[in-house]
């Protein structure tokens, strides 16, 4: 039937998928980047649509490991378009942090900040305080590279205002460390 081959589809590009993860973890590029192509070429089409962003996700994260940052942007801007189509706004906030992350690894920090500041107004919509926390750090941290410590502590502070609500110590940990090197910074 119709649906069988749909579920079967999905099914073997979803093994393709977590065989193309299992090769990134043990650092072999070649094998990951055909497992992860076979998983988006099954997953193609209308159907299936999360798990083909998830597949291009991981192969961006495959190229981003390899310091391929074009071709990263390339695949996450091919999954945050899934996403949009999906209507996830949870997925898109993650695949625009994805691309905020990219561009910051790469040094265009601005472009990276455009990305994060869309993913968190996002997030903000649906009032997802957890994720909206590592949101605004991001935030915070990419201002910190700049050297912009006011504006990293104004955003890490929002942050730390988050996870102060939630009681999750151990994310408080981190966000005081992030605002202990700023403050140094700013002596």
């Known amino acids: 039937s119709e649906a069988g081959n749909s579920e079967d589809t999905a099914f073997v590009g979803g093994l393709y ?4 993860l299992n090769y990134q973890d043990l650092d072999q590029f070649s094998e990951s980047k055909n497992a992860l192509n076979k998983a988006i070429k099954l997953l193609s089409g209308k159907k299936h649509l999360s798990i083909l962003a998830d597949a291009k996700s991981n192969l961006a994260t495959l190229y981003h490991q390899a ?3 074009a071709d990263a942007i390339r695949y996450f801007k ?4 899934i996403d949009k189509k999906v209507g996830d706004p949870i997925r898109q906030s993650s695949s625009l942090n994805s691309l905020g992350r990219m561009y910051v690894d790469w040094g265009k920090y601005k472009t990276g900040l455009e990305y994060y ?3 968190a107004e996002l997030l903000d919509s649906v009032k997802n305080a957890d994720i ?3 949101r605004y750090n991001n935030i915070g941290m990419t201002y910190q590279l700049q050297g912009n410590h006011p504006e990293a502590i ?5 942050a730390k205002g988050i996870e102060e609500k939630s009681g999750k110590s151990n994310k408080l940990g981190i966000r005081y460390f992030n605002l202990g090197n700023s403050y140094m910074a700013l002596k």
């Open 67 to 69: 310091g391929k940052f």
């Open 132 to 134: 909206l926390a590592i």
């Open 78 to 81: 091919e999954a945050y378009e």
């Open 154 to 158: 104004r955003w890490i502070e929002k």
């Open 17 to 20: 998928n977590d065989l193309g």
């Open 117 to 119: 500041l869309r993913s």
